[in-house]
T-cell receptor, first 114, second 114 residues
Framework: AQSVTQPDIHITVSEGASLELRCNYSYGATPYLFWYVQSPGQGLQLLLKYFSGDTLVQGIKGFEAEFKRSQSSFNLRKPSVHWSDAAEYFCAVAPSGGSYIPTFGRGTSLIVHP | EAQVTQNPRYLITVTGKKLTVTCSQNMNHEYMSWYRQDPGLGLRQIYYSMNVEVTDKGDVPEGYKVSRKEKRNFPLILESPSPNQTSLYFC?????????????FGPGTRLTVL
């Protein structure tokens, strides 16, 4: 079975600073990987996903993530954070092929200081 | 507008009083699922459905029931709610039950059981 670890419960950054949110996964083969964002009072929205191919994936809202097989990681990055990026971020992993039983990480809460 | 809707958005009830949270999607998606979100635990899957009349348990099914009589609807039933079911609940849907498809989430239902 797959698993996901988001080691940081909270991350605080200043507006305009760069951001990296960590995600490590455990799975026997290359999985499908996702990052979702949950704004306050909202449901989850997909930021980006990785299936195969180019290991650097571009998403919405200026986010990108890089799949590193050797490190079993899929970290989310943004070069310059805006106050509106304050939210909860979830990494998720699903088995490649087959039926869709995703596993979500516990989430990282991003706090943005002005 | 393509969306997943949930009702009610907020619910306060008492122990043992049966309740139903409705979920409906207008995207003709085959796959639907229910999650609960608790602080520090992230999202945990309660039940999922691969298609009409096909449902299966997720990670935390105890105390919940579901049904999928129509493709668009996937209600969550708590026959005898208890305080430990106080949580934020999300319904989600996906085009097909294969791993590559994005899940679309409803806005959430905040349930308090007294």
């Amino acid at each position: 079975a797959q698993s996901v670890t988001q080691p940081d419960i909270h991350i605080t950054v200043s507006e305009g600073a760069s951001l990296e949110l960590r995600c490590n996964y455990s799975y026997g083969a290359t999985p499908y990987l996702f990052w979702y964002v949950q704004s306050p009072g909202q449901g989850l929205q997909l930021l980006l996903k990785y299936f195969s191919g180019d290991t650097l994936v571009q998403g919405i809202k200026g986010f990108e993530a890089e799949f590193k097989r050797s490190q079993s990681s899929f970290n989310l990055r943004k070069p310059s954070v805006h106050w509106s990026d304050a939210a909860e971020y979830f990494c998720a992993v699903a088995p490649s092929g087959g039926s869709y039983i995703p596993t979500f990480g516990r989430g990282t809460s991003l706090i943005v200081h002005p | 507008e393509a969306q997943v809707t949930q009702n009610p958005r907020y619910l306060i009830t008492v122990t043992g009083k049966k309740l139903t949270v409705t979920c409906s999607q207008n995207m003709n998606h085959e796959y639907m699922s229910w999650y609960r979100q608790d602080p520090g635990l992230g999202l945990r899957q309660i039940y999922y459905s691969m298609n009409v009349e096909v449902t299966d348990k997720g990670d935390v099914p105890e105390g919940y029931k579901v049904s999928r009589k129509e493709k668009r609807n996937f209600p969550l039933i708590l026959e005898s709610p208890s305080p430990n079911q106080t949580s934020l609940y999300f319904c989600a849907s996906s085009l097909t039950p294969t791993s590559g498809h994005e899940q679309f989430f409803g806005p959430g239902t905040r349930l308090t059981v007294l």
